[in-house]
């Protein structure tokens, strides 16, 4: 039989059904989707679905892409701590969002989402490697049971790849959680307004939990919003550059009307990038490349992790007025002259 699997031409002896092809391929078919013919079975069915000559299948799986206590489970939104970042119907104890792409190795990877705190993790969703040996998977590392998959359509540049990418990795995960990136171009990789809002209103119909990435344009951030997103997460600044809340004028605007959690996404090099976000009074910071391209990245997880809570506490706090002149802090009655 010949089949087109992940792109390649190949011809397969015994494969009568899905769970024989992923057998004879030696793949795990609990840790990945797979497509036929552009329709996405459910895991359940590999056993009963025919495979006919012609077939075009892809298979996919999470890589890296974008210490965690029992007590940091995602729990639903009844939670009685007031001060969880709610996300629909979800609840996490971190406000830190971080990325699993650009490290080393996995165990570094591991030991950093320890120390960023953090229980709501992205992946990105990709073609399994079906001519490289099967050797550690991304999950070997992170403990679904502690931390929640977020799996994202980053390298989409249309609402058709963003959308048929989101219902694969819904497959290969464990919730309807997914984060929405639909790019303009791939020298700024800034998001695409027309295709982004045509996504978000498709996958809001099929009953995903959408968190999408846009630009800090308070008006297409309304109009996510009115489409039904969960989440709305205008960029810092553009995407791995690491130059910090380039304009936070704007995302206070984009507050102002705010009815969904607000998260900044993207851009943030370094701690104090995330205490100004948070300080700005959104609801989270999601980051990758700051943590996973420092020269210590377990040591920015820290940093990172502390910088979220001081800006989180700052915010709620109330900082005091600023004033053209200073003002003394112990009282003038008493002075000795």
């Known amino acids: 039989m010949k089949l087109r699997v992940n792109g390649e031409d190949r011809e397969i002896q015994d494969a009568a059904t899905i769970a024989a092809l992923l057998g004879e391929l030696r793949v795990d078919a609990r840790r990945v989707a797979v497509e036929v013919n552009l329709?996405?079975?459910p895991r359940g069915r590999f056993g009963e679905t025919p495979l006919r000559d012609g077939d075009q299948i892809e298979i996919v799986q999470f890589v890296g892409g974008g210490?965690?206590?029992?007590?940091?489970?995602?729990?639903?939104?009844?939670?009685?701590?007031?001060?969880?970042?709610?996300?629909?119907k979800?609840?996490?104890r971190s406000r830190l969002?971080?990325?699993?792409g650009k490290y080393a190795t996995l165990p570094l990877m591991a030991e950093a989402l320890e120390a960023s705190g953090a229980d709501l993790v992205t992946v990105a969703v990709r073609r399994v490697n079906l001519n490289r040996g099967h050797g550690e998977s991304l999950l070997d590392y992170i403990d679904t049971k502690k931390i929640t998959l977020l799996p994202n359509t980053a390298g989409c540049y249309t609402a058709d790849e963003a959308v048929r990418t989101a219902h694969l990795g819904r497959e290969a995960g464990f919730s309807d959680l997914v984060k929405l990136e639909v790019?303009?171009?791939p020298r700024t990789l800034l998001p695409?307004?027309?295709e982004t809002l045509d996504a978000t209103k498709r996958l809001v119909?099929?009953?995903f939990t959408v968190l999408v990435y846009t630009s800090d344009d308070p008006i297409i951030a309304r109009r996510l919003q009115d489409a039904g997103a969960t989440s709305v997460m205008p960029a810092g600044s553009p995407i791995g550059s690491g130059q910090g809340i380039l304009n936070p004028s704007a995302i206070r605007i984009i507050l102002e009307s705010a009815t969904v959690p607000i998260i900044v996404d993207a851009g943030v090099?370094?701690?104090s990038d995330v205490t100004i976000a948070m300080e700005l009074g959104v609801e989270g910071v999601l980051l990758n490349t700051g943590i996973a391209s420092a020269q210590d990245p377990v040591r920015m997880a820290h940093a990172m992790r502390h910088a979220c809570e001081a800006g989180r506490l700052a915010f709620l706090s109330g900082r005091i007025p600023r004033k053209l002149y200073a003002q003394a802090s112990s009282p003038i009655e008493g002075v000795v002259r």
């Open 269 to 271: 090099g370094t701690a």
């Open 67 to 88: 210490a965690v206590e029992s007590s940091t489970l995602s729990r639903t939104a009844t939670d009685t701590n007031t001060d969880r970042l709610h996300v629909g």
């Open 183 to 185: 790019l303009g171009d």
């Open 90 to 92: 979800y609840s996490f």
């Open 97 to 100: 969002i971080v990325g699993t």
């Open 205 to 207: 119909k099929d009953g």
């Open 192 to 194: 695409d307004p027309v």
């Open 39 to 41: 329709s996405v079975i």
